[in-house]
């Protein structure tokens, strides 16, 4: 990889800090803003509180120091990993993260190389002869998926498939009722991983046609396509090398904001299948009014978006030499 | 002298969903090898589609060549299936734009994009490509063209890029080279080294080359020959020093005497009156009818037949019948 | 007035070529229909419960009826009313406060426009559904919290539309002109500038009452929407505790939804066409 990019590479992550801080800040303003005790909300109101604990936890907090100093010392503990102990798991909240993240990203990263791979494609051979009938047929079809809730085609996905053709399990990671190992565990971790994936690769797929589809259609209309026919290069070359490579270019950016959106939806679509990710933590926190939990996990989600966007830039620097040099 | 390209009777037409635009109507032109033939005429007349109708370039929705002959050392373009046509693009027939910026690809290096063209048509001279794209380069006089074959087109200059163009379009050593403007974006110093470098080129290489400009300078600087264009037609056409001595067709007049005022600090600028005309709705008759100064009434109900008025000069005008 | 009659017929004669941004069109507007007859064509309050639970469609109960023998059929149509309307409300809101911040950050630039063009960009990191997630469940679920949220939520990327036009509608003459007639700069900002800005924003709207319509029953299905109302998340969210108990509790209100926002998307589509024309060939 040439040089510059490793200097791009630096200053988007750089640039990412400042960011990182401002999700803590927005994260401590608000435990502090909302009404009623923010020690009762610290514990979370799922569990009883004794005063002992009251007050271990308010001491904890240091309510009665300033507010800027609060402040830092939140800072503090959620750089060096600490973000906070629900009491309504009895677990470090890092932890609890810890034991789901792998899910979560197992299903995302499924569906969206799936459906990225395949919506890509679809977008290219749709460009081919825009505003024909099977081009609009195809368009309409795509809007039509990129349109639906999430959490609904997951519903109706168990309702076809699980529930009225009994193909494919609903629930969960592994089926509950038996143990099985090796080659037949990880056959019963993708039946069932089927069905969440499709929920995810359903809007996914949607949403890369249609944008690959418009990009393909700008970047086709450009000059050095003509050049590259004129040169006598296989349809082929000219489609792929000279047009999908440039038109890629808001694509890369759209998949990385796919992504944070998906992520958001895990919390939709995990709850629908009772998928053990992120999502699913989210929603049983926010159900047991668990809010140390609920807070750790704004600051994972948005960290993770932050990566991911800095994935997408340098992603967007190696295909694109000119941003690197500016 | 054998004639390499022979286009008689072209009609390229674009269907858009609300009018017909007759871009190139009915016209016909040649170029012999080893010359430099000028098309020349203002923006809009069609000498941009003229010259992308040879090698069938032109966009299929909405263009359409409807009729005429394209012989391309003796072999009818026309008829050929488009994977034959591939093979002469690039290779026999190769072409050079306007604006090198919008016309290389951005995110390939230009080392990358010469080569492949070579590989295009020569795919077993793998071993030796990398030495060809030098030598392209070379031949097009670009400095340090190791380094320049690793650069993307943006790190580029704008004489720089229309050279590395130009090395595409010759890298495969083409029989005819069909240039749109390719002097247009560039200030005068560097139009001037190009001009200088497509005569070493047809030198050297003793290919042809097609000029499409509207400028008359560059077209007396190196054309053998030249065309006149108005509004879809050909309207004069001869040998560069009989067209610039006695210019026949008043339009061909009126761009001379436009041009030579600009060069000489004339007080007032001559111009053609009138407007271009649209290709949609030509003028019926003689299409330059509406600004002619000379006109009479036969001019604007039928087209003219062609006179000649020297050896090697054609004019089609009522004036000369 | 006249031009501007003029302009909307000029503007719907293009519109209307589209057929699918038609149907869009008619979509939505049927659904506005029914939320707003909805007290007349389900006059029963949709908390009622009743005896016959899980029944499934017919004559009685057009829709089924879920655990509580509450009629789904009045569900859909009272769930309409709110669901569009939180739509539309933080839709409103949203566009609101991104054309204000747009226009501020294109029309003045420099440090102001660093400065929210960085806040802009932090907000656009983490998530709207978390996000509103996060702040109604610490805020108490209300109607006006929920549409609130969502609106303040979602202005991004009316922003960045406004600004991108701000920047450069800013550099044209008719604002030089203005200028030197001595316009101050707040009445240029929403005298002149705007008005040509609004445009390429509206298209965005259509597709922000589409976000903010699935956010709410997003929400919702957590169970975070108000419980004194009916709305389509909260049938949903109905649907996922039984839903092997009848397919009809998720399949009407689902439908319905993605019918409402598979019209907003396509009048989206359509605007965006009649807003910018390309050259359709034949």
């Known amino acids: 990889m040439p040089r510059e990019l490793w200097g791009y590479i630096a200053k988007r992550a750089l640039e990412a800090i400042p960011l990182f801080f401002f999700i803590i800040i927005v994260s401590f303003t608000l435990v502090h803003l909302a009404p009623g005790d923010p020690v009762v909300r610290m514990i979370g109101e799922g569990v009883s509180i004794s005063p002992e604990l009251y007050n271990k936890v308010r001491a904890e907090m240091g309510l009665d120091r300033p507010i800027y100093e609060q402040l830092l010392a939140y800072l503090q503990k959620v750089i060096q990993g600490d973000l906070g102990f629900s009491y309504f798991y009895n677990q470090p909240v890092a932890n609890l993260i810890a034991e789901r993240l792998l899910a979560t990203l197992l299903l995302m990263f499924t569906a969206m190389s799936i459906s990225s791979v395949i919506g890509i494609l679809l977008g290219v051979v749709s460009s081919q002869k825009p505003y024909s009938k099977t081009d609009n047929f195809f368009t309409t079809l795509s809007l039509v998926g990129y349109s639906l809730p999430l959490f609904w085609t997951g519903q109706i996905f168990i309702l076809v498939f699980a529930i009225g053709l009994g193909l494919l399990p609903a629930q969960g990671f592994v089926s509950l009722r038996t143990t099985l190992f090796g080659f037949d565990y990880v056959i019963d971790v993708l039946s069932h991983l089927v069905l969440p994936a499709s929920t995810y690769a359903l809007y996914s797929l949607a949403l890369m046609t249609r944008l690959t589809r418009a990009s393909m259609l700008e970047t086709l209309r450009k000059d050095f396509i003509l050049t590259a026919r004129s040169k006598g290069l296989a349809d082929r070359t000219v489609i792929f090398r000279h047009g999908l490579r440039n038109a890629l270019l808001p694509v890369v950016t759209i998949m990385g904001i796919n992504f944070g959106f998906m992520l958001a939806g895990s919390v939709l679509v995990e709850t629908v299948f009772s998928w053990p990710g992120l999502g699913r933590l989210l929603y049983d926190a926010i159900t047991g009014r668990d809010y140390t939990t609920v807070m750790g996990m704004l600051i994972i989600i948005s960290t993770m978006v932050i990566i991911s966007n800095l994935i997408v830039d340098i992603a967007y620097a190696y295909i694109d030499p000119r941003i690197s040099h500016r | 002298m054998n004639k390499l390209l022979n286009v008689q009777d072209l009609k390229t037409y674009f269907y858009t969903s609300t009018s017909i635009v007759k871009a190139v109507d009915n016209i016909t032109f040649e170029v012999e090898s080893n010359e430099t033939v000028g098309l020349v005429g203002e923006s809009g007349c069609g000498k941009s589609t003229a010259a992308l109708s040879v090698p069938r370039l032109i966009a299929s929705p909405p263009g359409k060549i409807l009729q005429g002959k394209i012989a391309f050392k003796e072999r009818s373009l026309l008829d050929l299936p488009e994977r034959e046509m591939k093979k002469i693009r690039g290779k026999e027939i190769s072409m050079i734009f306007q604006d090198p910026m919008t016309f290389l690809n951005p995110v390939m290096k230009i080392g990358q994009q010469i080569q492949e063209t070579i590989l295009a048509h020569q795919p077993e001279d793998v071993k030796n490509v990398k030495t060809r794209v030098i030598e392209a380069l070379e031949m097009v006089q670009i400095p340090s063209p190791r380094n320049v074959a690793e650069m993307y087109p943006y790190e580029l200059s704008g004489g720089m890029r229309q050279r590395a163009l130009i090395a595409m379009a010759i890298s495969c050593k083409p029989d005819l080279v069909i240039a749109d403007e390719p002097t247009t974006a560039l200030d005068v110093t560097v139009q001037a080294q190009i001009l200088t470098l497509f005569e070493r080129l047809r030198d050297e290489f003793r290919s042809s080359l097609f000029l499409i400009t509207h400028d008359l300078g560059v077209v007396s600087e190196i054309c053998d020959r030249v065309y006149i264009m108005y509004a879809g037609k050909i309207v004069e056409s001869g040998d560069v020093i009989s067209i610039y001595e006695a210019p026949a067709h008043p339009y061909t007049t009126g761009l001379l005497k436009s041009a030579l005022s600009i060069d000489q600090f004339k007080k007032t600028l001559v111009t053609i009156e009138g407007t271009v005309p649209d290709l949609i709705n030509p003028p019926m008759g003689c299409r330059f009818h509406p600004r002619c100064p000379f006109v009479k009434p036969i001019c604007k109900q039928q087209e003219p037949r062609w006179t000649q008025t020297e050896p090697e000069h054609l004019v089609s005008c009522w004036l000369y019948e | ?282």
């Open chain 3, 1 to 282: 007035m006249e031009s501007y009659t003029k302009n909307l017929k000029q503007f719907w004669s293009l519109y209307k070529r589209n057929h699918a941004a038609v149907i869009g069109l008619l979509l939505v507007l049927f659904y506005v229909a029914v939320a707003a007859a909805a007290p007349i064509l389900a006059p029963i309050d949709p908390f009622t419960t009743g005896p016959s639970s899980f029944a499934p469609p017919s004559d009685q109960f057009p829709m089924g009826t879920d655990d509580l023998g509450r009629d789904i059929y009045s569900g859909v149509l009272h769930g309409a009313r709110i669901s569009l309307s939180i739509g539309f409300i933080a839709a409103t809101i949203s566009y609101l406060v991104g054309v204000i911040v747009g226009a501020f950050s294109g029309y003045y630039g420099g440090k102001v426009d660093d400065i929210l063009m960085r806040i802009t960009e932090a907000f656009q990191v983490i998530p709207v559904l978390v996000l509103a997630l996060v702040i109604i469940t610490l805020f108490q679920p209300t109607l006006w919290n929920i549409a609130f949220t969502i609106g303040i939520l979602a202005w991004p990327g009316t922003a960045r539309l406004v600004r991108a036009e701000f920047l450069s509608l800013k550099q044209q003459e008719f604002v030089e002109a203005a200028r030197s007639i001595g316009y101050s700069n707040m009445k240029i900002v929403f005298q002149e500038i705007l008005p040509n800005a609004i445009p390429p924003a509206i298209v965005n709207t259509s597709l922000q009452v589409a976000n903010a319509i699935l956010l709410e029953a997003g929400l919702g299905f957590l169970g975070l929407s108000d419980p004194n109302v009916m709305s389509w998340g909260f049938l949903l969210r109905n649907a996922q505790r039984f839903l092997r108990h009848g397919w009809w509790l998720s399949v009407f209100p689902g439908v319905s939804i993605s019918l409402v926002v598979i019209g907003l998307n396509l009048v989206g589509d359509g605007l965006n066409d009649a807003l910018n024309p390309r050259l359709k060939q034949r």
